[in-house]
């Protein structure tokens, strides 16, 4: 499975709407555990599509998202048929940055180690130690090679604090290396690949 996409308005004709919102929280648990990205298709900022502020009420509903552990929150009409655009991407990126601060990555961690089924693969093991390394020393950026994105797949799993630059020289791989939460691909060739190291370092050690 590439990923799991969860429209609340699709489990709203399902089903009963008052039994909708408690079916998500297995769905995200459970891509969580499988490190299987979860996106959330839904209109987070109706609003924004006529004003170009959100509603208390649909700066909350994308908090709680973030903090429930989705990976990535897609856009609908807000981007494709609304007035502010724009606005729209920022409200999104302000509030999804208020809510990773607020989210307890280490508690996310203990408990995702704890219910792993154990023996982990080498993979993982390697993985979860290098994202409990990076909590230890505070690291605010990761390094991950990556050829086929299983590695990347396992670090987002544990959802470190630290920006994961996963480099990749395949595209489609670095592509879908993007759903991840935590992960910031970079495609590169093995001529570009100091510069390109470099430069996204810089970039990311100014934005902290």
Known sequence: IDGVVVGRAELGIKMKTECAFWLQKPIIHKCNMRAIPCIEASHFLDSVAEYPNPTCAETTDIYMAVIEGYDCLMFTKEIL???YPIHAIKAMHDICCIAEEKFDYSAHYID????????FDSL???????????FNM?????????????GTRYLAKYKPYATVLALCQVPKV???CGLYR???PVS???LTLPTILLVQISVVAASL
């Open 81 to 83: 048929h609304g007035k």
């Open 174 to 176: 670095s592509k879908q």
């Open 188 to 190: 590169y060739t093995h």
């Open 182 to 184: 935590s992960i910031f």
């Open 138 to 150: 505070k690291s605010p950026v990761m390094i991950a090679l990556t050829e086929r994105g299983r």
């Open 112 to 119: 995702l180690v704890s219910k792993t089924k154990k023996p």
């Open 124 to 134: 993982e093991v390697v993985s979860s130690s290098a994202v409990s390394t990076a």
